[in-house]
């Protein structure tokens, strides 16, 4: 995203990332993208546009009068957007969830669906408090369930991140129990967690595998035969055959997790796992760090 030597109002930026999304992704952007999803008028929504062509991104847009809206330019550059699939399928998706709501909305075209997994449950209560406590860097008294042991018990933790990952929150904490940081996940919270007002000793700064960044190197399952080597590369975009992320340590089980792809195990059918992780000695994983954010992620501590 492009700084801009000017500050934005937050409703004007979420309709300038509006006006590229719709207009990078399907092609043709009118007013009334920006009527229908803002409840502004049609003057307003014109103005959006024009001082975003304007002041914002000259060039980017093109008005078509054979389509009735304006398209991407040649040579548009996303300004206020990454450029990336995924601010579109968040934008559906924001869309569907309106309207699933609000049943007179209509935010999004029947050409389009959205498939839904099950939510875990986080209270309201829960996430007032860890946002409290991680904003203002005190300390957190919770009740905290775990699967192993199965029981509910006293923790005193110094939370510093909120850190969401596909359907479930979890807090990155220092756990006084256990005298380092840890995940925590939110639905696992009892009772209303107490913001005590003893400010944090153990805080990011300390946390070393948040701290540390380390790369992933991804390429197609090597049990795959050349052509499907090749395809699979496509998918993701990979230069010769290599795909490299960038993530903190902390992160990096979640990552993988999510691609499906285990530290220490591979599935047998290498149509269904289609790629590997290629440098794993050298990410510097603990083990008992690895299996505790595999079995948060999957809801199993």
Same mark, same amino acid.
């Given at each position: 995203? &492009?700084?801009?030597?000017?500050?934005?109002?937050?409703?004007? %930026?979420?309709?300038?990332?509006?006006?590229?999304?719709?207009?990078?992704?399907?092609?043709?952007?009118?007013?009334?993208?920006?009527?229908?999803?803002?409840?502004?008028?049609?003057?307003?929504?014109?103005?959006?546009?024009?001082?975003?062509? *304007?002041? =914002?991104?000259?060039?980017?847009?093109?008005?078509?009068?054979? =389509? &009735?809206?304006?398209?991407?330019?040649?040579?548009?550059?996303?300004?206020?957007?990454?450029?990336?699939?995924?601010?579109?399928?968040?934008?559906?998706? *924001?869309?569907?969830? @309106?309207?699933?709501?609000?049943?007179? $909305?209509?935010?999004?075209?029947?050409?389009?669906?959205? =498939?839904?997994?099950?939510?875990?449950?986080?209270?309201?209560? /829960?996430?007032?408090?860890?946002?409290?406590?991680?904003?203002?860097?005190?300390?957190?008294?919770?009740?905290?369930?775990?699967?192993?042991?199965?029981?509910?018990? !006293? #923790?005193?933790?110094?939370?510093?991140? $909120?850190?969401? /990952?596909?359907?479930?929150?979890?807090?990155?904490?220092?756990?006084? &129990?256990?005298?380092?940081?840890?995940?925590?996940?939110?639905?696992?919270?009892?009772?209303?967690?107490?913001?005590?007002? !003893?400010?944090?000793?153990?805080?990011? !700064?300390?946390?070393?595998?948040?701290?540390?960044?380390?790369?992933?190197? %991804?390429?197609?399952?090597?049990?795959?035969?050349?052509?499907?080597?090749?395809?699979?590369?496509?998918?993701?975009?990979?230069?010769?055959?290599?795909?490299?992320?960038?993530?903190?340590?902390? @992160?990096?089980?979640?990552?993988?997790?999510?691609?499906? @792809?285990?530290?220490?195990?591979?599935?047998?059918?290498?149509?269904?796992?289609?790629?590997? @992780?290629?440098?794993?000695? #050298?990410?510097?994983?603990?083990?008992?760090?690895?299996?505790?954010?595999?079995?948060?992620?999957?809801? %199993?501590?």
């Amino acid at each position: 995203m &492009k700084k801009t030597d000017w500050p934005i109002r937050w409703d004007l %930026l979420l309709r300038y990332r509006l006006i590229e999304i719709i207009a990078l992704w399907e092609g043709r952007l009118t007013t009334n993208h920006i009527c229908h999803s803002f409840g502004i008028g049609r003057q307003q929504a014109s103005k959006d546009i024009n001082t975003y062509l *304007r002041e =914002l991104a000259p060039g980017n847009l093109v008005y078509d009068r054979h =389509l &009735k809206g304006y398209v991407p330019s040649d040579n548009f550059k996303p300004q206020v957007t990454t450029g990336q699939v995924s601010e579109y399928q968040d934008l559906l998706a *924001r869309q569907d969830s @309106l309207s699933n709501t609000f049943e007179s $909305l209509d935010l999004s075209g029947s050409e389009s669906t959205i =498939l839904r997994g099950p939510q875990r449950i986080i209270r309201p209560e /829960v996430m007032r408090a860890v946002v409290a406590a991680t904003r203002q860097t005190r300390l957190l008294k919770a009740e905290y369930a775990s699967l192993s042991p199965a029981r509910t018990q !006293q #923790q005193t933790l110094e939370p510093h991140t $909120l850190v969401c /990952v596909g359907n479930s929150w979890h807090l990155r904490a220092w756990c006084d &129990k256990n005298r380092e940081f840890r995940d925590f996940s939110l639905s696992r919270f009892r009772g209303t967690p107490a913001v005590m007002r !003893q400010k944090s000793r153990n805080t990011q !700064q300390q946390d070393d595998d948040w701290n540390r960044h380390i790369t992933i190197v %991804l390429m197609p399952d090597s049990r795959l035969n050349a052509d499907q080597q090749e395809i699979i590369a496509a998918d993701y975009g990979m230069q010769d055959h290599r795909m490299e992320l960038s993530t903190r340590a902390a @992160l990096a089980p979640y990552l993988l997790s999510r691609m499906g @792809l285990g530290l220490d195990h591979q599935h047998p059918d290498p149509m269904t796992q289609q790629i590997e @992780l290629v440098n794993e000695e #050298q990410l510097g994983i603990g083990e008992s760090a690895r299996e505790r954010s595999i079995k948060a992620v999957a809801g %199993l501590s």
